[in-house]
C-alpha cells in the first residue's frame, strides 16, 4: 500500500484496493447512473438551440465516448496525467454560455451547422492548453483566483444557466406555443418529480431523480400529444470517432471568453479534487497532494483537448460524483477504469442520442432548472465559506452588478470593438474579470463578521458609523 494510503474503516475499498468485478461493476454503474444526464444534456442544449438536429446523435455519441477515456486516465494516471482517483470526467455546463455565442456569431455570419461546430471545437482545442499549462503552476494559481473568485464566476455560470432551463421549460427558443399551459405543466410535473425524489430516503432513489423524471415527463407528454415519437434515421450500428470531422476554424473574439472559463473551471476542478482526497483519505497538503491537483487538472485539460479533437464539448470532473464515493464507500481508482469502459461503450451506440434527441423541450427544462439551480446554489456555499468582511462583500457586491447588469441590458456595450463586446457581453465573464480585478487591488482588510446576538447588533452598528 502506498505511503499516502490510509486505511479507513468507513470505506469499504480503499483508494488503492482492488474490488472483485461484480462489486466494482455495480460502483461504477450507479457513478454512470449520477452522471448520465448531465454528460449528454449540453450537446442536446446546444444541438437543438444552435439547429444542429442532425448531428446531435454523434455529438452525444462522442460526449459519453470522451467522457469515458477521460475517466480512464484520471483514475489509470499514466505519465502523471491524472488525479491517480475517481474523477469521472462529463460535459460540463459552464462553457454553455460561451459556446451559443461562438454558434451564434457564426450563424449570424451565414455559417453552416459544421461551420459552426468547426470554430467551436477550434477554440476549445486551443482552450484546453490553457488548463494544461495552468497545471505546472496550480499552487501560486490558488493564490491569486481564491475560493470568493471562484464562488463569484461559479453562482454566475448558475445564473446564467437557469435562463437556458426557463427557455426550454417554456417550449424552446422561438417555439410558436412558447408558455403554452401544456408546456408549463409538462416541465412543473418533472420539475416537482426531481425535487421529491431527491429529497427521499432512498440513495437509489437519489440518484435516479433526474431520469425518472425525465421518463414521468416523456410519458406525461406522450399521452398528452406533445411527444410523438417518430422512426429512428438510419444510422450505423457502431459509431467510429473521427478526428475533426466537422473541420477546424478560430476566431479571437471568442475565444477569449473559453479561455477564461477554461481558467474558472481549473479552480473548480481544485475543489472537486480537494473534496475526494478527503472523501478518499488522502492527505490534503504536502507534496502527494499537490502533484494529485497537477496531474487532475492535467488530465482535465487533456480531456478537452481529446474532446475537441472528436467533436466533444470541453469536459470537467463532476463534482456529483464525489457524492457517490461517500454513498458507496468506495473509493478505488480500479472502479474509475470500469465507468471509462461503461461510457465508452454506450458511447459506440449512436441510436442512443436519436432517442434522446426526441425528448421535448418542457421535459428536458423541468430538469435542468434544477441541475442548473444547483450550479448557482454551489457557487452560493463557496462563497458564505468566506469570511464575508467589507472587502469582500465589496467584491461580491460589483462583480454580481456588472456582471448580472450587462446580462440583463446586453444593449449597454453595444457601441464597443466587437472583441470588447464578445468579450464582455456575459455575466460570466464581465462578472468573472470584475471579481478577478477587485481581489487584486483592493487591500485586505481582515474584519470577518462574527454573527451577532440581536441584542448586540445596535451596538455595533453604532460602532461601526
Known amino acids: 500500500m502506498p505511503p499516502e494510503e490510509s486505511v479507513n474503516p468507513d470505506l469499504l475499498y480503499n483508494l488503492e484496493d482492488r474490488p472483485a ?25 446546444i444541438g437543438s438551440t444552435l439547429g444542429l438536429g442532425e448531428h446531435l446523435p454523434y455529438l452525444i455519441s462522442m460526449a459519453l465516448m470522451v467522457s469515458g477515456v477521460g475517466t480512464f486516465i484520471q483514475a ?3 505519465w502523471g496525467i491524472g488525479a491517480g482517483m475517481i474523477c469521472l470526467q462529463g460535459t460540463s455546463f459552464a462553457f454553455l454560455g460561451a459556446i451559443l455565442s461562438a454558434g451564434f456569431m457564426v450563424k449570424q455570419r451565414g455559417g453552416s451547422p459544421e461551420d459552426i461546430l468547426a470554430m467551436i471545437f477550434g477554440i476549445c482545442f486551443f482552450g484546453s492548453l490553457v488548463q494544461v499549462v495552468l497545471s505546472r503552476f496550480i499552487g501560486q494559481m490558488r493564490r491569486v483566483l481564491t475560493p470568493l473568485v471562484t464562488g463569484i464566476v461559479i453562482t454566475l455560470i448558475g445564473i446564467s444557466l437557469i435562463k437556458v432551463g426557463i427557455t426550454d421549460l417554456g417550449g424552446g427558443f422561438g ?11 409538462l416541465g ?5 418529480i426531481v425535487v421529491l425524489l431527491s429529497r427521499s430516503e432512498s440513495p437509489w432513489l437519489r440518484l435516479s431523480a433526474i431520469v425518472i423524471g425525465l421518463v414521468a415527463g416523456s410519458i406525461a407528454a406522450w399521452f ?11 444510422l450505423p450500428l457502431v459509431t467510429l470517432p473521427i478526428p475533426f470531422r466537422f473541420g ?41 497532494y499537490v502533484a494529485r491537483l497537477k496531474g487532475g487538472v492535467l488530465g482535465d485539460g487533456v480531456s478537452c ?7 466533444a464539448f470541453p469536459n470537467t470532473t463532476f463534482a456529483q460524483n464525489n457524492g457517490v464515493i461517500q454513498l458507496t464507500g468506495v473509493a478505488s481508482r480500479y472502479v474509475g477504469l470500469y465507468i471509462g469502459a461503461i461510457l465508452f461503450l454506450l458511447g459506440l451506440v449512436p441510436a442512443i442520442g436519436a432517442v434522446l434527441q426526441q425528448i421535448p423541450k418542457p421535459v428536458l427544462g423541468g430538469a435542468t432548472l434544477v441541475m442548473f439551480g444547483s450550479v448557482a446554489a454551489a457557487g452560493v456555499r463557496i462563497i458564505a ?27 449597454l456595450l453595444h457601441h464597443m470593438p466587437a472583441l470588447v463586446r464578445n468579450l464582455f457581453d456575459s455575466a460570466i465573464t464581465s462578472g468573472g474579470v470584475t471579481a478577478l480585478l477587485l481581489s487584486l487591488i483592493l487591500p485586505r482588510q481582515g474584519e470577518a463578521i462574527a454573527p451577532l446576538h440581536p441584542a448586540g447588533a445596535a451596538a455595533a452598528v453604532e460602532k461601526r458609523l
Request: charged content about 10%; aromatic content about 6%.
Open 21 to 45: 468485478p461484480l462489486p466494482a461493476m455495480l460502483a461504477a454503474l450507479q457513478h454512470v447512473l449520477a452522471s448520465f444526464v448531465g454528460i449528454i444534456t449540453p450537446p442536446l442544449i
Open 76 to 78: 489509470r494516471r499514466p
Open 175 to 185: 417555439a410558436a406555443d412558447f408558455g403554452a399551459p401544456g408546456n408549463l405543466a
Open 188 to 192: 412543473g410535473l418533472v420539475l416537482v
Open 224 to 234: 398528452s400529444g406533445k411527444l410523438v415519437p417518430h422512426a429512428l434515421p438510419a
Open 248 to 288: 477546424f476554424a478560430f476566431d479571437w473574439t471568442v475565444f477569449l471568453p473559453i479561455a477564461l472559463i477554461y481558467l474558472i473551471s481549473s479552480i473548480e476542478t481544485v475543489g472537486d479534487l480537494t473534496a475526494n482526497c478527503m472523501l478518499s483519505r488522502q492527505p490534503l497538503q504536502g507534496p502527494s
Open 305 to 311: 483537448m481529446i474532446a475537441a479533437t472528436f467533436s
Open 385 to 411: 465559506q468566506n469570511a464575508l468582511d467589507r472587502r469582500n462583500m465589496l467584491i461580491v457586491a460589483t462583480s454580481f452588478g456588472v456582471g448580472l447588469g450587462i446580462a440583463a441590458q446586453p444593449e
